[in-house]
């Protein structure tokens, strides 16, 4: 008697990509309901099982619907955006900015949903997500029908859809608490990488996916820089630091791992961490080239993945496939790394398993979900083909399929394209709809990029208010002189603090966009030792609102950030069309005078060697407080035995420029 099946695909060249790599040249797959029930030589299952749909495959290979192990599929919106740039001012300049302006559940579900349409066209079934508004992410992943691990993003500073990480962490704790369980999404949080988290945000993101039993997604490891970093910040390589925060207590999926030596690499073996090996971005952004070989040889279970739509820039798995077993072999010198058989199986069972979910796809065998594609492998690029070596079938696939090869797709049994028509999404429309959205992003960094203020806002954490500042500059002759007049009995000293100054000031085509200033200052202490170090940002506006008596200058439009990132980053994203440097030692008295605090600096500039100068100055926010203010200057100017030098009033960078 036989059993009944929903359909029988016949006629296919099987590749079932199970352990033992098992082939049935005219093999057949039996499914009911969202599973596959049987597997073999097509005669047999005819004898076994009957159904009511008899698929013939007209000899194309049916396999495992491909599995993209990293990316970050709302980012379709932003493909082509801001290319050929540093990982840091790609990311930062440039992905931040628009997030923060535009993202929203809408937004993100509109870029799920082309990525999930270009997924389907390519023969992905399965992808590893990581994002903002991920609850919105899986919905629009439902609609289309396919299979997704879905990260909740949590980062340490606010983001679109977390004002703090305890929101974050809230966020994904629901998100996982109402999706556990579904048939298509496997919920996850993903803590984004050690440099933009912390030790807490890590140890809470282990201990919630611990609690329910799902993954744990996270960059580690990406650029020698973060690598750097971590070892001088925390006198340790990432992964003994992410260990250390328990993190692998949870089951992980680790996208990147470029820079990991062989002790990480059994680190993350022994842990059952799985690997996403991203090979298109990584050299995209000259992040270098993962030990893909070295992770293999242990065991290590290591997946594929496009990374985000922006940084590869496409979603195509076949190229990325392909591109992972050229870049083993070239980085190894050894052509027989990473054969067309081990990429192919990294896209499959081994990318599922790094998923953790390895027992619910990634193979064609009985039990496993019906997550199956179609591929025509008789195309004039594909032609002819060998069956001497079973081994040619994979080759066929992995050096010569391309993503428009894929005829028929089917996840959990159920049908989402055919005939390479779309059947869950209306590919027209999104088409329509992303453009609008472009044209508004456009518009967006159109109008940031003529204003260097609007750059500086974007960067995030900008203090975007003016400051008015009264101040009086001096050059000094005998600067002991000042020291020791500042001890005069109506001047009270409230802090005294040596600095070692180094300034950058980017300077612009148009003197209208006022200056970047580029700041590190390095604490000194009472023996000129350095014990702390600061870095800032400061656009400082041309505009000089007036002057008063003694050439006391009101002057205005300095914007204050942080300046978190390296000299380098701020060079490439501000585009200066000059630079200019100087160093000069600097002692800051804050004082109170009258009732009334300023600041007096005495500094020396070393380079270039313009001397030494007095300045006094203090903060208002109006011209008759400024008013008030400049004859308090003009007197503390004659207190301190420097009311008859001539006052200077251009900056030191305008001196350093004469």
């Given at each position: ?9 016949t006629n ?8 033992k ?7 057949a ?5 969202d ?6 030589p ?8 009957s159904a009511g749909?008899i698929f ?6 049916l396999?495992?619907?491909l599995v993209n192990a ?6 379709t919106l ?6 050929d740039?540093?990982l840091?001012?790609w990311?930062?300049g440039?992905?931040?900015p628009v ?10 579900q509109?870029g ?6 270009e997924f389907?066209?390519?023969g ?7 994002y903002?508004f991920e609850?919105d ?10 299979r997704a691990?879905?990260g909740q ?13 305890e929101?974050?962490i809230?966020r ?7 999706w ?7 919920p996850a ?17 282990a201990?919630?996916?611990k609690e329910?039993?799902v ?15 971590i070892r001088?910040e ?8 992410v260990k250390?925060?328990?993190l692998?207590?949870?089951k992980?999926?680790?996208a990147?791992?470029?820079h ?6 059994r680190t ?7 690997v996403?090996?991203n ?5 995209k ?6 030990p ?5 040889e242990v ?12 940084s590869?820039?496409?979603?195509d798995?076949?190229e990325?496939?392909?591109l ?5 072999k070239?980085?190894?010198n050894d052509?027989?790394s990473?054969p ?5 199986t990294m ?6 398993q790094?998923?953790?979910?390895g027992h619910l ?11 199956l ?5 008789t195309?004039l690029h594909?032609s002819p ?5 079973p ?23 159920k ?13 027209k429309e999104?088409?329509?709809q992303?453009?609008?959205?472009a ?6 960094l ?5 204003s ?5 806002i974007?960067l995030?954490g900008?203090?975007e ?11 000094l002759?005998e ?16 802090r005294?603090?040596?600095y ?9 085509d148009d003197?209208a966009q ?5 700041r590190?200052?390095?604490f ?10 600061r ?12 002057a008063f008596?003694?050439e ?9 950030a ?8 701020y ?6 069309l ?5 160093h000069?030692?600097r ?11 300023f ?9 270039p ?6 300045e006094?100055?203090s903060?208002t926010w109006s011209?008759?407080d ?9 007197e503390?100017?004659q207190?301190?035995g420097?009311?008859?030098?001539p006052a200077?009033?251009?900056d030191y960078?305008?001196?350093a420029?004469?």
């Amino acid at each position: 008697m036989t059993q009944q099946a929903d359909i029988i695909f016949t006629n296919a060249l099987v590749l079932t990509m199970d352990e033992k790599l098992t082939q049935y040249e005219r093999g057949a797959v039996a499914v009911r309901g969202d599973s596959i029930v049987a597997v073999g030589p097509e005669d047999e299952i005819k004898k076994e099982f009957s159904a009511g749909e008899i698929f013939d495959c007209g000899g194309k290979a049916l396999m495992p619907g491909l599995v993209n192990a990293h990316t970050h599929v709302p980012m379709t919106l932003m493909r082509g955006l801001a290319d050929d740039l540093r990982l840091d001012v790609w990311l930062l300049g440039y992905m931040w900015p628009v997030e923060r302006e535009f993202l929203s559940p809408e937004f993100v579900q509109l870029g799920t949903k082309i990525a999930c349409a270009e997924f389907i066209r390519s023969g992905v079934t399965c992808f590893n997500d990581m994002y903002f508004f991920e609850e919105d992410v899986a919905k629009a992943t439902v609609e289309a029908g396919l299979r997704a691990v879905c990260g909740q993003s949590v980062l340490k500073f606010p983001t679109s859809d977390a004002p703090s990480y305890e929101d974050g962490i809230a966020r994904a704790r629901g998100f996982i608490q109402r999706w556990k369980g579904h048939e298509l999404i496997v919920p996850a949080i993903a803590p984004h990488a050690p440099y933009t988290t912390t030790p807490d945000i890590l140890r809470e993101s282990a201990e919630l996916a611990k609690e329910f039993d799902v993954p744990l997604h996270i960059h580690l490891s990406e650029t020698a820089l973060e690598v750097e970093n971590i070892r001088n910040e925390q006198g340790m390589p990432v992964i003994p630091y992410v260990k250390k925060q328990g993190l692998f207590e949870a089951k992980v999926i680790a996208a990147h791992c470029v820079h990991v030596d062989p002790g990480e690499i059994r680190t993350l073996k022994n842990h059952g961490a799985g690997v996403s090996h991203n090979p298109s971005s990584n050299l995209k952004l000259a992040s270098g080239f993962a030990p893909v070989t070295k992770m293999l040889e242990v065991g290590l279970n290591v997946g594929i993945g496009t990374d985000g739509p922006s940084s590869n820039n496409d979603l195509d798995m076949f190229e990325e496939v392909r591109l992972a077993s050229f870049v083993a072999k070239a980085v190894s010198n050894d052509p027989t790394s990473v054969p067309a058989q081990t990429a192919l199986t990294m896209a499959t069972r081994l990318g599922a398993q790094a998923l953790h979910i390895g027992h619910l796809t990634g193979s064609l065998t009985p039990g496993r979900r019906a997550d199956l594609i179609l591929v025509d492998i008789t195309p004039l690029h594909n032609s002819p083909r060998f069956r001497r070596d079973p081994n040619n079938a994979y080759a066929q696939i992995v050096y010569a399929a391309k993503s428009t090869d894929v005829t028929d797709v089917m996840v959990n049994g159920k049908w989402l394209m055919r005939e390479r028509q779309l059947l869950t999404l209306n590919e027209k429309e999104l088409l329509a709809q992303a453009q609008e959205v472009a044209k508004k992003i456009d518009a967006f960094l159109i109008e940031r990029e003529q204003s260097v203020l609007s750059k500086l806002i974007a960067l995030g954490g900008s203090m975007e208010e003016e400051s008015f500042e009264v101040q009086v500059k001096v050059e000094l002759g005998e600067p002991l002189k000042v020291k020791e007049r500042l001890e005069h009995p109506e001047i009270e000293i409230m802090r005294l603090r040596h600095y070692d100054q180094h300034d950058t000031y980017f300077l612009f085509d148009d003197p209208a966009q006022g200056r970047i200033r580029y700041r590190e200052d390095e604490f000194l202490d009472g023996d000129h030792h350095i014990v702390n170090v600061r870095s800032r940002l400061t656009l400082i506006g041309q505009k000089r609102e007036g002057a008063f008596a003694k050439e006391v200058l009101l002057s205005r439009s300095r914007f204050l950030a942080p300046a978190t990132q390296s000299l380098r980053f701020y060079r490439e994203y501000f585009k200066p069309l000059r630079e200019i440097e100087l160093h000069k030692d600097r002692l800051r008295w804050l004082i109170r005078y009258k009732d009334t605090e300023f600041f007096i600096n005495l500094d020396n500039v070393k380079a270039p060697k313009l001397g030494s100068f007095l300045e006094v100055k203090s903060r208002t926010w109006s011209r008759g407080d400024a008013q008030r203010k400049a004859g308090m200057v003009a007197e503390l100017l004659q207190i301190l035995g420097a009311s008859g030098q001539p006052a200077v009033t251009e900056d030191y960078v305008e001196l350093a420029m004469e």
